[in-house]
């Protein structure tokens, strides 16, 4: 006989998978290629809000890294990046972690509009 899941428990099993995808892509870039591919298989809106969130983190640590060649000049505004970038980092994962779609300050607007396409 087949197992019959009332419509509320599926709603919620759902909601928590989810936020899974939402969490898991915060936790280091392993982390996000997992989350990638779990998204694959069961597209969601907060999954793939949260992904864009945190490409758009991926690639403007890239260029902080790429800014770090420089010497002194370079190093500061290294510094600056991986300072600001982990303070939205940690309010994108609280966001997540509620299960919002809250872009996170300065960029999460930005990293929606550029990478709209990604994960839809």
Not at 51 to 72: D, E, N
Not at 79 to 94: A, D, E, R, S, T
Request: hydrophobic share 60%.
């Amino acid at each position: 006989m087949e197992t019959i899941v009332p419509p509320s428990e599926a709603a919620a099993a759902a909601a928590t998978e989810d936020k899974t995808v939402a969490i898991l892509a915060y936790l280091t870039l392993i982390g996000f290629i997992a989350a990638i591919f779990m998204h694959q298989s069961n597209k969601t809106r907060l999954g793939a809000f949260h992904l864009r969130q945190v490409l758009g983190f991926v690639l403007t640590a890239t260029a902080g890294a790429v800014c770090g060649v420089v010497p002194i000049l370079g190093w500061i505004v290294w510094f600056f990046v991986v300072i600001v970038l982990f303070v939205l980092w940690i309010l994108g994962l609280l966001s997540a972690v509620r299960g919002e779609m809250r872009p996170v300050p300065l960029l999460g607007e930005h990293f929606q509009k550029w990478f709209a396409g990604a994960f839809a």
